[in-house]
Nanobody, 121 residues
Framework: QVQLVESGGGLVQAGGSLRLSCAAS????????MDWYRQVTGKQRELVARITGGGSTTYADSVKGRFTISRDNTKKTVYLQMNSLIPEDTAVYYC???????????????WGKGTLVTVSS
């Protein structure tokens, strides 16, 4: 069973920083793209940042220059360093990864359960 578990959320004042982590576990052959999404109650889930297996990154315009996504393939973990946080960043942050499980099968999208980030003004 493949699982994604996020950690690192919490309450922070505007201008502060948080680092989110998401670790994949289970019977995994390979991990392709790893993403961070966020969702505010009543709104659609939005893509915040993506990192490919080769390390290429993309960001939502709203977080460019403030957030940095990275990954450690040996630990099967993706990180999201969030700096200069603003109240509008308040949301539940979800990890998503495109994973080829073992025994070998087609790649599937897996989701974590989310971690809450609250930025106070």
């Amino acid at each position: 069973q493949v699982q994604l578990v996020e950690s690192g959320g919490g309450l922070v004042q505007a201008g502060g920083s948080l680092r989110l982590s998401c670790a994949a576990s289970g019977s995994i052959f390979s991990i392709n793209t790893m993403d961070w999404y966020r969702q505010v109650t009543g709104k659609q889930r939005e893509l915040v940042a993506r990192i490919t297996g080769g390390g290429s990154t993309t960001y939502a315009d709203s977080v460019k220059g403030r957030f940095t996504i990275s990954r450690d393939n040996t630990k099967k973990t993706v990180y999201l360093q969030m700096n200069s946080l603003i109240p509008e960043d308040t949301a539940v942050y979800y990890c998503n990864a495109l994973i080829v499980p073992m025994p070998l099968s087609v790649a599937e999208n897996y989701w974590g359960k989310g971690t809450l980030v609250t930025v106070s003004s």
